[in-house]
């Protein structure tokens, strides 16, 4: 039986043929190489005949032009600090800062408009502008691990993680500000404060849906 590699996550697939999308990052068949064509890819040996050197232009490096032509976050993934992010799992770990304050944010809120308690929503306050503080390291991180891991081909499932981590971003903000131009909104009219909650909750669920992803990646399941 033939063993097929995604080119893009490194998913293995055992079959006669490749499947029709990867599993794991939703890439389509045409992404999947057979596993000896990668193997005779890697053990392919130079040509016995040394190409000439060029002659080096003092005034001209050609290393430097051609970071200068890369996009700005092509150019921060190849850095040293771009490519210690990748290899020290910082996407990861950022993104256990808002996935682990998340739910204390919703339950914080939840009790808040239950029982009307000032403390409670103070400390739901504090959770969700933390969120909004940490999102955009997260995404700087993700970018860097999407170049750096994925060669940033886009996919179903980083076209969602994306979508999703847009989504934490904006609601986290709009949270943030409303709840310090109201800081009374839990005693407003019940539809009001309920509406509130449900934006906790949309930032909930969104974060959930890229953490399922993620794990996907990460575990190549």
Partial sequence: MKQWKCTVCG???????????????AADRSKFVPIEEVAEKTN?????RPRPKATPN????????????????????????????????????????????????VLFTLLAAIFKSESLAIAAQYNVGFV??????VIATGLIDWINSFKARMTRVFRIKMICAGIVTVVSIILTFWGIARPDIY???????????????????????????????VFRK
């Fill in 187 to 217: 005693n407003s009219p019940l539809a009001q404060s309920w509406f509130f909650l449900l934006l906790h909750i949309t930032n909930l669920v969104a974060a959930t849906i890229a953490g399922l992803y993620g794990g996907k990646l």
């Fill in 44 to 48: 392919e040996t130079q040509p016995s």
């Fill in 132 to 137: 909004a503080l940490s999102m955009p390291i």
């Fill in 11 to 25: 998913y293995i697939h055992a079959g006669n043929e490749p499947p029709e999308k990867c599993p794991v990052c």
């Fill in 58 to 105: 003092p005034n001209q490096d050609p290393t430097k032009q051609e970071n200068r032509s890369q996009p700005v976050w092509q150019r921060i993934a190849a850095s040293t600090i771009g490519q210690k992010l990748t290899r020290y799992h910082g996407h990861p770990i950022a993104v256990h800062i808002p996935n682990g304050v998340l739910p204390l944010a």
